[in-house]
């Protein structure tokens, strides 16, 4: 069978991409497995790279991601299944269906009509993708979902869809990669200091994220405390210049703000995840989040909202805090009451600041789960039992 995506090792930059590479690591335990991915040409066996084809100047992004869709079709003759992974490689998994008469599975990480904002970046693009989405999506043979909420978002978003073709299996973690780490290496080398309590963020910038809801929270943290951003790649210039105005804001009052631009190593993260005094997952939308997987697997207490397949994974007073978040209901997952969020996510976190023996058994509690609850292994198995019933055996 043959599985698309845009990201895959060494050009990963979200949860999608850590999702697949973990993934076909141990899918072919179970199945004779192709990857077909995005970027340049790749060493690992049994993996296929297909580059963008140049457009005219000034052409929308999204005919690009087309243009390299069309290629992994067409590489894919004699398949017998295919399977994609976000919008960016739908597009090739629906025309594989349509052209060889073979089933279509498809993984959602989210949900475009969910992500309004990105209309900001990709222009019309934006639609063009959502359309990509929706008619992938309405004509696959199986649709998996990484978490419970993000099942019950794809049959409201897309009602046409059979509830029985949809199918949950969350997102996993290799616990022997994300493991508490000591080092101090990774502290040393961004200037963060282990002596200090720790609030960690890491992720993207981009509005599901919440990173502008963490920057106005953090005024209300405890001063003793550092507060360390891990920023990837800025969706929008207008959102990167957001951020970087609070940033400034922020660290004018208080000392030890300390930005990280830029994808971690794997040694770095865990060495920065198991310093944490806390880590903080802001996310407005969030259909899993393997972020907070790995904080756990660090042994690092979490403190999250409680919105998409989140609850699923922190367990409120058992790994970590949850942080209530209403919503408006117009798609952009921006809260009713902006200062009210602000202020219980800041509570949350200085509660285990001010509490260290609960943060580490949350800590100690989070490590257990992650061990016993989220192992690719096991995603892999139900992946495969996915395949098995869309091709009758």
Same mark, same amino acid.
């Given at each position: 069978?043959?599985?698309?995506?845009?990201?895959?090792?060494?050009?990963?930059?979200?949860?999608?991409?850590?999702?697949?590479?973990?993934?076909?690591?141990? &899918?072919?335990?179970?199945?004779?497995?192709?990857?077909?991915?995005?970027?340049?040409?790749?060493?690992?066996?049994?993996?296929?790279?297909?580059?963008?084809?140049?457009?005219?100047?000034?052409?929308?992004?999204?005919?690009?991601?087309?243009?390299?869709?069309?290629?992994?079709?067409?590489?894919?003759?004699?398949?017998? &299944?295919?399977?994609?992974?976000?919008?960016?490689?739908?597009?090739?998994?629906?025309?594989?269906?349509? &052209?060889?008469?073979?089933?279509?599975?498809?993984?959602?990480?989210?949900?475009?009509?969910?992500?309004?904002?990105?209309?900001?970046?990709?222009?019309?693009?934006?639609?063009?993708?959502?359309?990509?989405?929706?008619?992938?999506?309405?004509?696959?043979?199986?649709?998996?979902?990484?978490?419970?909420?993000?099942?019950?978002?794809?049959?409201?978003?897309?009602?046409?869809?059979?509830?029985?073709?949809?199918?949950?299996?969350?997102?996993?973690?290799?616990?022997?990669?994300?493991?508490?780490?000591?080092?101090?290496?990774?502290?040393?080398?961004?200037?963060?200091?282990?002596?200090?309590?720790?609030?960690?963020?890491?992720?993207?910038?981009?509005?599901?994220?919440?990173?502008?809801?963490?920057?106005?929270?953090?005024?209300?943290?405890?001063?003793?405390?550092?507060?360390?951003?891990?920023?990837?790649?800025?969706?929008?210039?207008?959102?990167?210049?957001?951020?970087?105005? &609070?940033?400034?804001?922020?660290?004018?009052?208080?000392?030890?703000?300390?930005?990280?631009?830029?994808?971690?190593?794997?040694?770095?993260?865990?060495?920065?995840?198991?310093?944490?005094?806390?880590?903080?997952?802001?996310?407005?939308?969030?259909?899993?989040?393997?972020?907070?997987?790995?904080?756990?697997?660090?042994?690092?207490?979490?403190?999250?909202?409680?919105?998409?397949?989140?609850?699923?994974?922190?367990?409120?007073?058992?790994?970590?805090?949850?942080?209530?978040?209403?919503?408006?209901?117009?798609?952009?997952?921006?809260?009713?009451?902006?200062?009210?969020?602000?202020?219980?996510?800041?509570?949350?976190?200085?509660?285990?600041?001010?509490?260290?023996?609960?943060?580490?058994?949350?800590?100690?509690?989070?490590?257990?789960?992650?061990?016993?609850?989220?192992?690719?292994?096991?995603?892999?198995?139900?992946?495969?039992?996915?395949?098995?019933?869309?091709?009758?055996?």
């Amino acid at each position: 069978m043959d599985l698309f995506t845009r990201e895959y090792p060494p050009e990963v930059y979200g949860g999608a991409g850590v999702h697949v590479a973990e993934l076909s690591r141990v &899918l072919p335990r179970h199945v004779d497995l192709r990857v077909h991915c995005f970027g340049g040409p790749r060493e690992a066996d049994g993996v296929l790279a297909h580059r963008e084809p140049h457009l005219a100047d000034g052409a929308n992004a999204a005919l690009r991601v087309l243009g390299a869709n069309l290629g992994m079709v067409a590489a894919a003759a004699g398949t017998e &299944l295919v399977h994609s992974h976000t919008w960016y490689a739908n597009a090739a998994g629906h025309l594989s269906r349509v &052209l060889y008469g073979v089933p279509h599975v498809v993984t959602m990480h989210s949900l475009e009509p969910l992500r309004p904002w990105k209309a900001e970046q990709l222009g019309g693009g934006y639609a063009l993708s959502s359309l990509v989405e929706r008619v992938a999506v309405e004509g696959a043979d199986a649709v998996v979902a990484v978490s419970r909420g993000m099942r019950d978002d794809i049959l409201r978003v897309y009602p046409e869809v059979d509830p029985e073709r949809v199918h949950v299996v969350h997102n996993g973690i290799d616990t022997a990669v994300h493991r508490p780490d000591r080092g101090t290496a990774a502290l040393e080398r961004h200037g963060v200091d282990p002596d200090r309590p720790i609030v960690l963020f890491v992720g993207r910038v981009t509005r599901q994220k919440g990173l502008p809801q963490l920057l106005r929270a953090a005024f209300d943290l405890d001063p003793e405390a550092q507060l360390v951003l891990c920023c990837g790649q800025p969706d929008t210039p207008e959102i990167a210049a957001e951020t970087a105005a &609070l940033v400034d804001e922020l660290s004018a009052v208080r000392k030890g703000v300390v930005r990280i631009d830029g994808m971690l190593d794997p040694v770095s993260l865990r060495q920065l995840l198991t310093h944490a005094s806390v880590f903080v997952c802001p996310s407005l939308y969030e259909p899993m989040g393997i972020v907070n997987l790995e904080a756990m697997a660090c042994g690092t207490p979490v403190v999250a909202t409680a919105t998409g397949g989140i609850p699923e994974v922190v367990v409120d007073g058992g790994t970590g805090l949850l942080v209530p978040l209403e919503q408006r209901d117009d798609g952009t997952g921006t809260p009713l009451d902006e200062r009210r969020f602000a202020a219980d996510l800041a509570a949350a976190v200085n509660r285990l600041l001010a509490e260290p023996a609960l943060a580490r058994e949350l800590g100690a509690a989070g490590r257990l789960r992650a061990e016993r609850e989220f192992g690719w292994d096991r995603a892999a198995e139900r992946i495969a039992g996915v395949y098995g019933g869309v091709l009758g055996s």
